[in-house]
């Protein structure tokens, strides 16, 4: 016996079974099914299965076409596979039919070598990346608006406090038909001074953390919701009570989840129609994700929804809807949602959107409390 070998065989070990191909396949995170030449299915992992919301036994007796429209680009992509013999992928697509509203997912489709017709489809949720993609914009927007801001608190406020004083001193000397002009001045003083100081929000300070209970930020702001802005609408609760405390700033979380609560009431109150917004949490695995470059990385599975029945927002706003200075409102600063994801970001968190017409949906990662940072309790003394 050669020493190779002999070191071969202690190693590993002959009795180690071979992994089992079908084992394998229903263990994969990302869903995979497998179509023949008609488009049906003919096998389908677990990951499908919750994909489609169907059972295997249940999707076996449908074709892939009478799940999803028939016009969905993913039969382009089959069909190229399929007359090709090349695999085939695509991002940010969607999948819509009677049962089925998956947006934003990445598609694989392989033709199989060893069933002539065959395709298998892998289908990925993309959504987690591409938050995190412009979650990193988010943060590189915040930074110019603080350094925007540094400038015009410099150079802008102390001339604007010397305007509004002035225009204070002329009030009370003016005649009563002049008086109005001199409170319009003084007003708007006041308002852009009051845009400088949200703007110098988004510096770069650090956030002082610690456990949070999300439910009693939540009741918190329903109850400030529903005695104000929000009284003439129905705010229902689905909550996972038994979710860990988030790492987090109780009132910075509370000014996000207010400023979503209150741009939903106000979406649902333009649109007309009885509303209805609802808060939900719960625990799903998440991405890792570091708060700042080398940081280390935070796991992100609390999860928390803010949806309202609104006439959501448009496409062409959605995708550039957290940037500064971007908004749908007349007189708006454009400031409140990109405060929101500078917020969210400073958590180490993700923030996202999922808008249609009926139904809008923002939903938040946040990290867990870490137990290790707990303080170990005193010894008797």
């Known amino acids: 016996m050669s020493m190779r070998t002999a070191f071969a065989r202690a190693t590993l070990p002959a009795e180690r079974p071979a992994p089992d191909a079908a084992a394998m396949f229903a263990a994969l995170p990302a869903a995979c099914i497998l179509l023949d030449v008609e488009n049906r299915f003919r096998a389908a992992n677990q990951a499908a299965e919750q994909f489609f919301a169907l059972s295997f036994a249940h999707l076996r007796q449908h074709s892939l076409a009478e ?13 190229t596979a399929r007359a090709h013999d090349m695999a085939v992928s695509e991002r940010d697509m969607d999948f819509a039919g009677p049962r089925l509203n998956h947006r934003g997912v990445a598609v694989q489709a392989m033709p199989m070598a060893e069933e002539p017709g065959a395709v298998m489809v892998v289908i990925s949720d993309w959504s987690a990346a591409r938050a995190l993609d412009r979650q990193l914009s988010f943060r590189n ?8 801001a540094a400038i015009l608190a410099h150079e802008v406020k102390n001339p604007l406090s010397g305007i509004r004083g002035a225009a204070q001193l002329l009030e009370n000397s003016v005649a009563d ?49 529903q005695s104000g802005f929000a009284a003439h609408l129905r705010v229902a609760e689905s909550y996972d009570p038994s979710l860990p405390p988030v790492w987090g700033n109780r009132d910075q979380l509370v000014q996000v989840i207010l400023n979503l609560v209150k741009n939903a009431a106000e979406a649902i109150t333009n649109g007309g129609g009885e509303g209805e ?22 796991n992100l599975p609390l999860v928390v929804c803010i949806r309202d029945n609104g006439p ?13 200075f971007v908004t749908t409102k007349s007189g708006g600063s454009g400031l409140g949602l990109a405060l929101v994801a500078k917020i969210v970001g400073d958590h180490g968190g993700l923030i996202e959107v999922d808008s249609r017409p009926g139904r809008t949906e923002f939903r938040i990662f946040l990290p867990i409390y870490p137990e290790e940072r707990e303080e170990p309790a005193a010894a008797a003394g």
């Open 67 to 79: 799940l999803i429209d028939e016009n969905n680009a993913v039969f382009r992509m089959i069909a």
């Open 141 to 148: 927007a915040a930074r110019s608006v603080a350094g925007m």
């Open 177 to 225: 038909s002049d008086r109005e002009l001199a409170v319009l001045i003084r007003d708007e003083a006041d308002r852009i001074r009051a845009l400088v100081d949200r703007m110098e929000m988004f510096g770069d300070k650090p956030i002082e953390r610690t456990a949070v209970n999300i439910h009693r930020v939540l009741e918190h702001v329903r109850r400030l919701a």
């Open 277 to 298: 917004i609802t808060l939900t949490t719960g625990y799903q695995p998440g991405v890792r994700l570091a708060a700042q470059a080398g940081a280390r990385q935070l």
């Open 312 to 324: 959501g927002i448009p496409p062409d706003v959605e995708k550039n809807l957290f940037d500064p």
